[in-house]
């Protein structure tokens, strides 16, 4: 049996005959005349309660091929056509019970043909008032009209009076028919030709599409290839210009160094009170020697410094460094440096636990940065060192009340030898900021700015508590 076809046990509470309302008409299957006027007459039922033109023709062929079997098999059957609501959706159905005269074998019937079921919405078998009924159902459009008790009778006295047709008149109804889904057939099979004509000429105008695209997207390929090959060769230079860069900083910082040493040496000599005594004028002129040759050992020890970190051969000494003792030897070193009245060096105490694992000299080294900035570029006010720790965080932040950075400037500050306009008379060599921030990243952490010119500087150093 197909999947609309279903076998259903038990009574069905519907009202009069097999479980049906009131019918619109009854007819006997007895002999194969009886075929063609079921036929007719359930295509005249379908058409008198308001089923479009299709569904009468198939209703009505549905039930010429189930009477045709049930006449062979058990000597025909009693059909009752009615309206009723279907009980799981409540919308209205036109139902056929045909009602076998004899009993079915085994109590169950399977059409022979599997295109039956799928004519009309519903066929089962159902047993009502102990008699198995074969029943089938078509439902009726929502915008047919309604059915009242008196346009059912109505109905029930036109179909009463209505004279049924021969079998030639069926048999012309059915060829007319049965030309006219010919026809529409042929409509339908024209239309799919056209179709077809259209898609086939998309599809070759897709196609072409995809050919151009992929065309030009090999072409993109190759292009990008090239620039990957390019981007690739390019990175090589520069990593070997970098790593120059860094080996002859390292060579000359070295190099340097030994002679700017022996300078301050001599000049260390010359004004020694055991040496020969000097002119005032040659006193000044040996301390200019010292004080450049000093500025000039800063600037190759940073110099190699920051070679070091370039190449990565800092290495942290990971330990867990307590905070307080950092900020102490920084609060009694800088405190010669603060040689300005106007300027207040300030190092709070940090809150406890005040531990961080990190490498405590380079940390040292980098706030000592920091706070060295600060004091040169600040002219009156203060230079505050603070620590605070959340979230699993430390942030250690060098607050000045300098002249302040333009937003613009706040990242060009962090590249090597850049110094802000106007602040040259101050000294340094603009390496000291790039070299913190390298620290500060193989500590794993962060270094930011915050500043707006007049309003002071804020440099912050986020790490986390427990290291890298």
């Given at each position: 049996?197909s999947?609309?076809?279903?076998?259903?046990?038990?009574?069905e509470?519907?009202?009069?005959?097999?479980?049906?309302?009131?019918?619109?008409?009854?007819?006997?299957?007895?002999?194969?005349?009886?075929?063609f006027?079921?036929?007719?007459?359930?295509?005249?039922?379908?058409?008198?309660?308001?089923?479009?033109?299709?569904?009468?023709?198939?209703?009505a062929?549905?039930?010429?091929?189930?009477?045709?079997?049930?006449?062979?098999?058990?000597?025909?059957?009693?059909?009752?056509?009615?309206?009723?609501?279907?009980?799981?959706?409540?919308?209205?159905?036109?139902?056929?019970?045909?009602a076998?005269?004899?009993?079915l074998?085994?109590?169950?019937?399977?059409?022979?043909?599997?295109?039956?079921?799928?004519?009309?919405?519903t066929?089962?078998?159902?047993?009502?008032?102990?008699?198995?009924?074969?029943?089938?159902?078509?439902?009726?459009?929502?915008?047919?009209?309604?059915?009242t008790?008196?346009r059912?009778?109505?109905?029930?006295?036109?179909?009463?009076?209505?004279?049924?047709?021969?079998?030639?008149?069926?048999?012309?109804?059915?060829?007319?028919?049965?030309?006219a889904?010919?026809?529409?057939?042929?409509?339908?099979?024209?239309?799919?030709?056209?179709?077809?004509?259209?898609?086939?000429?998309?599809?070759?105008?897709?196609?072409?599409l995809?050919?151009?695209?992929?065309?030009?997207?090999?072409?993109?390929?190759r292009?990008v290839?090239?620039?990957?090959?390019?981007?690739?060769?390019?990175?090589?230079?520069?990593?070997?210009?970098?790593?120059?860069?860094?080996?002859?900083?390292?060579?000359?910082?070295?190099?340097?160094?030994?002679p700017v040493?022996?300078?301050?040496?001599?000049g260390r000599?010359?004004?020694?009170?055991a040496?020969?005594?000097?002119?005032?004028?040659?006193?000044?002129?040996?301390?200019?020697?010292?004080?450049?040759?000093?500025d000039?050992?800063?600037?190759?020890?940073?110099?190699?410094?920051?070679a070091?970190?370039?190449?990565?051969?800092?290495?942290?000494?990971w330990?867990?460094?307590?905070?307080?003792?950092?900020f102490?030897?920084l609060?009694?070193?800088?405190?010669?440096?603060?040689?300005?009245?106007e300027?207040?060096?300030?190092?709070?105490?940090?809150?406890?636990?005040?531990?961080?694992?990190?490498?405590?000299?380079l940390?040292?080294?980098?706030?000592r940065?920091l706070?060295?900035?600060?004091?040169?570029?600040?002219?009156?006010g203060e230079?505050?060192?603070?620590?605070?720790?959340?979230?699993?965080?430390?942030t250690?932040?060098?607050?000045?009340?300098?002249?302040?950075?333009?937003?613009?400037?706040?990242?060009?500050?962090?590249?090597?030898?850049?110094?802000?306009?106007?602040?040259?008379?101050?000294?340094?060599t603009?390496?000291?900021l790039?070299?913190?921030?390298?620290?500060?990243a193989?500590?794993?952490?962060?270094?930011?700015?915050?500043?707006?010119?007049?309003?002071?500087s804020?440099f912050?150093?986020?790490?986390?508590?427990g290291g890298?």
């Amino acid at each position: 049996m197909s999947e609309r076809t279903e076998r259903s046990e038990g009574r069905e509470g519907m009202p009069g005959r097999h479980g049906m309302s009131e019918p619109l008409l009854h007819l006997a299957l007895r002999v194969e005349q009886d075929i063609f006027l079921i036929r007719q007459r359930g295509r005249e039922v379908a058409a008198a309660v308001g089923l479009e033109h299709q569904d009468q023709v198939r209703l009505a062929t549905a039930l010429s091929e189930v009477a045709r079997e049930l006449l062979r098999g058990v000597d025909g059957a009693d059909v009752t056509f009615a309206v009723d609501r279907d009980v799981a959706t409540g919308r209205r159905v036109l139902r056929v019970d045909l009602a076998p005269v004899r009993p079915l074998p085994e109590g169950r019937y399977e059409p022979q043909s599997g295109a039956v079921a799928r004519l009309v919405d519903t066929l089962q078998v159902v047993t009502v008032e102990s008699d198995t009924v074969v029943r089938m159902s078509r439902r009726v459009p929502d915008h047919a009209e309604e059915l009242t008790p008196d346009r059912v009778a109505q109905l029930r006295a036109e179909l009463a009076e209505r004279a049924p047709g021969s079998a030639l008149d069926e048999l012309a109804a059915q060829n007319a028919q049965l030309i006219a889904a010919l026809d529409e057939v042929r409509s339908q099979r024209d239309e799919l030709a056209v179709l077809n004509s259209e898609l086939q000429e998309t599809n070759r105008g897709v196609m072409a599409l995809y050919n151009q695209l992929t065309e030009e997207l090999e072409e993109t390929n190759r292009g990008v290839v090239a620039l990957y090959a390019e981007l690739d060769e390019k990175s090589a230079q520069l990593r070997a210009a970098s790593e120059s860069k860094s080996r002859f900083l390292a060579n000359v910082s070295h190099e340097l160094r030994a002679p700017v040493t022996a300078i301050i040496g001599l000049g260390r000599l010359l004004a020694d009170s055991a040496s020969d005594p000097l002119t005032g004028e040659q006193a000044r002129q040996v301390g200019l020697i010292r004080s450049s040759a000093g500025d000039l050992l800063a600037l190759v020890n940073e110099l190699l410094d920051l070679a070091k970190a370039e190449s990565g051969r800092i290495e942290p000494d990971w330990s867990d460094v307590d905070l307080r003792a950092v900020f102490g030897q920084l609060r009694g070193t800088l405190r010669a440096l603060a040689t300005r009245p106007e300027v207040e060096l300030v190092v709070e105490e940090p809150p406890a636990p005040a531990t961080v694992r990190s490498d405590e000299v380079l940390l040292a080294q980098v706030l000592r940065n920091l706070l060295h900035n600060g004091l040169k570029f600040t002219e009156r006010g203060e230079v505050r060192l603070r620590a605070e720790r959340r979230d699993g965080m430390w942030t250690l932040s060098v607050t000045d009340t300098g002249v302040g950075i333009p937003a613009e400037l706040h990242e060009r500050i962090f590249e090597e030898f850049y110094q802000v306009p106007g602040t040259t008379r101050v000294g340094g060599t603009g390496l000291g900021l790039p070299y913190a921030r390298r620290l500060v990243a193989l500590l794993g952490g962060t270094l930011e700015l915050t500043s707006e010119p007049g309003r002071g500087s804020t440099f912050t150093v986020v790490l986390p508590v427990g290291g890298a």
